[in-house]
């Protein structure tokens, strides 16, 4: 089994943990604990005991697991892939595309799996509609959430991430306007997202819904998917004459461990080498596009 060490430096580190016990090809290696209240990643360039204490931590460990990228845990990283340690990482939005690309460059220079978690599309629902789709024209992808105090970088990378899923082809052009609610900071986003072929997403991102939701409306040709992540629900429409794997409408997928999946994939790219971190690749593009969109936002919010 490929011993792996997980940062723990958010409170859902805990969902990963979990995933690596039910995971035929991990073992934990151990915790590597970040208190928040220090800015670790700064700090122990400078700090020689807790510099020690993470070489050490290095040395179990054949791959990392990074839940949330912040600009101090981009050091943390950079010396792990100097180590030759493969990473999985979470959303980098905090990072800019030079210390993204850089990450990428020393990965590659290592030889080493460089890889951004995608867990929307392991969703049981993504894949039960997946099958079905066929040279989409349109994307409308909404994710609404109640909590208001969600860190925005999460809830637009969160939406855009099944556009360059299903729409892998790269992007043309994007368009970002923001509506400022809660003390002149964007709480709803709304983006236009052109591809290189042709097709179109609009996304929307608010944190001033009544609940959560987080849906995905696919057009094609005289056809539309509705996929409803929240409620694992696909609906189908302008399907009659087409064959499909099930005679309703409206199929109800039961929910699945989208992690488990992901580490299954990651597990997979380190055991045979077939995975670097790339502009064709959704992670990336997931991430490029949703700076993009921010750098947006923040040039109509405070312009030069």
């Known amino acids: 089994?490929?011993?792996?060490?997980?940062?723990?430096?958010?409170?859902?580190?805990?969902?990963?943990?979990?995933?690596?016990?039910?995971?035929?090809?991990?073992?934990?290696?151990?915790?590597?604990?970040?208190?928040?209240?220090?800015?670790?990643?700064?700090?122990?360039?400078t700090d020689?005991?807790?510099?020690?204490?993470?070489?050490?931590?290095?040395?179990?460990s054949e791959a990392l697991i990074f839940p949330r990228i912040t600009s101090e845990v981009h050091n943390l990283i950079i010396l792990a892939l100097k180590h030759s340690k493969h990473i999985l990482a979470g959303n980098p939005l905090n990072l800019d595309f030079e210390s993204v690309d850089h990450l990428f460059k020393l990965s590659e220079e290592a030889n080493v799996i460089f890889k951004v978690i995608q867990t929307v599309q392991?969703?049981?629902?993504?894949?039960?509609?997946?099958?079905?789709?066929?040279?989409?024209?349109?994307?409308?992808?909404?994710?609404?959430?109640?909590?208001?105090?969600?860190?925005?970088?999460?809830?637009?990378?969160?939406?855009?991430?099944?556009?360059?899923?299903?729409n892998q082809t790269g992007m043309k052009k994007v368009q970002a306007v923001?509506?400022?609610?809660?003390?002149?900071?964007?709480?709803?986003?709304?983006?236009?997202?052109?591809?290189?072929?042709?097709?179109?997403?609009?996304?929307?991102?608010?944190?001033?819904?009544?609940s959560d939701r987080f849906i995905c409306r696919v057009h094609q040709a005289n056809q539309h998917i509705d996929i409803d992540f929240a409620t694992c629900q696909v609906s189908f429409t302008g399907?009659?004459?087409?064959?499909?794997?099930?005679?309703?409408?409206?199929?109800?997928?039961?929910?699945?461990?989208?992690m488990d999946d992901e580490l299954s994939g990651f597990a997979e790219n380190i055991l045979t080498n077939t995975f670097h971190l790339n502009q064709s690749q959704s992670g990336y593009q997931a991430y490029y596009i949703s700076r993009k969109i921010l750098e947006k936002i923040c040039y109509e919010l405070y312009p030069a």
Do not use: W
């Not at 020689?48 to 050490?56: N, V």
């Not at 709480?187 to 608010?206: H, K, L, P, Y």
């Not at 099930?246 to 989208?258: D, E, M, R, W």
């Open 48 to 60: 020689i005991s807790r510099l020690k204490e993470y070489r050490e931590f290095l040395n179990i």
């Open 239 to 258: 399907f009659e004459d087409s064959k499909l794997n099930h005679s309703s409408s409206l199929i109800n997928v039961s929910g699945n461990q989208p």
């Open 178 to 210: 923001s509506i400022p609610l809660n003390n002149g900071l964007p709480d709803v986003i709304n983006a236009r997202i052109e591809f290189n072929n042709g097709c179109v997403a609009n996304v929307t991102s608010s944190r001033y819904a009544k």
């Open 122 to 166: 392991y969703h049981s629902a993504m894949q039960a509609a997946l099958e079905y789709i066929r040279n989409p024209v349109l994307l409308e992808i909404r994710n609404e959430s109640a909590d208001s105090l969600e860190p925005l970088i999460d809830s637009i990378h969160k939406c855009v991430q099944p556009a360059v899923f299903i």
């Open 1 to 45: 089994m490929i011993k792996v060490g997980l940062i723990d430096n958010e409170s859902d580190s805990g969902v990963y943990a979990d995933a690596i016990n039910r995971s035929r090809d991990f073992s934990l290696s151990g915790l590597y604990h970040l208190p928040p209240a220090e800015s670790t990643g700064e700090n122990i360039q």
